[in-house]
T-cell receptor, first 114, second 115 residues
Framework: SQKIEQNSEALNIQEGKTATLTCNYT??????LQWYRQDPGRGPVFLLL?????KEKRKERLKVTFDTTLKQSLFHITASQPADSATYLCALDITGAGSYQLTFGKGTKLSVIP | SAVISQKPSRDICQRGTSLTIQCQVD?????MFWYRQQPGQSLTLIATANQGSEATYESGFVIDKFPISRPNLTFSTLTVSNMSPEDSSIYLCSVTGQGAGDTQYFGPGTRLTVL
């Protein structure tokens, strides 16, 4: 069956360290993969989109990699801060038709400890 | 970018009743979607709201239970019909395209509790 897995439900990290979150997928060939942040009681907020022909993308302290051979994306937050504590979701368009119909992973809850 | 508002932000309803959730966008968008997020779970796509035609539903969701309207490019409604406690969830509207560009923006969600 097709599925999207995020490596852990929860991740605790010390302030200032780099947080690395993993998103693995099977049976898809997505044209792109997206990462979102969700705070409690709020809708997801878009962070980064990486396309299949891109190996890496950066935005401020965020970095995303995309390995279509391994079917894996890594999401890094460098110099993490307590304000980065949130649930991070990866999402794919599993239709492969650019329909924007996203399928989400279950998310990883990141806690940055001061 | 796109700014999305949803009404109501939360509600507590009795079993067997229906609730209509509104989604308003501040710019014209191509695509509008409705998602459900059950407690402790990720988002599940319910349907794509199509302007001027019937919504396209995902597997496991039907029009009789979740009727959707999209009368124009900035507004959509989702009705949760004949509610049961299993419908307790957060319902989220999202948009993309045109004024929103390639990014998919989400509304703040409607927290529904069914007693």
């Amino acid at each position: 069956s097709q599925k999207i897995e995020q490596n852990s439900e929860a991740l605790n990290i010390q302030e200032g360290k780099t947080a690395t979150l993993t998103c693995n997928y099977t049976n898809y060939s997505p044209a792109y993969l997206q990462w979102y942040r969700q705070d409690p009681g709020r809708g997801p907020v878009f962070l980064l989109l990486i396309r299949e022909n891109e190996k890496e993308k950066r935005k401020e302290r965020l970095k995303v990699t995309f390995d279509t051979t391994l079917k894996q994306s890594l999401f890094h937050i460098t110099a993490s801060q307590p304000a980065d504590s949130a649930t991070y979701l990866c999402a794919l368009d599993i239709t492969g038709a650019g329909s924007y119909q996203l399928t989400f992973g279950k998310g990883t809850k990141l806690s940055v400890i001061p | 970018s796109a700014v999305i508002s949803q009404k109501p932000s939360r509600d507590i309803c009795q079993r067997g009743t229906s609730l209509t959730i509104q989604c308003q966008v501040d710019s014209q968008v191509t695509m509008m979607f409705w998602y459900r997020q059950q407690p402790g779970q990720s988002l599940t796509l319910i349907a794509t709201a199509n302007q001027g035609s019937e919504a396209t539903y995902e597997s496991g969701f039907v029009i009789d239970k979740f009727p959707i309207s999209r009368p124009n490019l900035t507004f959509s409604t989702l009705t949760v019909s004949n509610m049961s406690p299993e419908d307790s969830s957060i319902y989220l509207c999202s948009v993309t395209g045109q004024g929103a560009g390639d990014t998919q923006y989400f509304g703040p969600g409607t927290r529904l509790t069914v007693l």
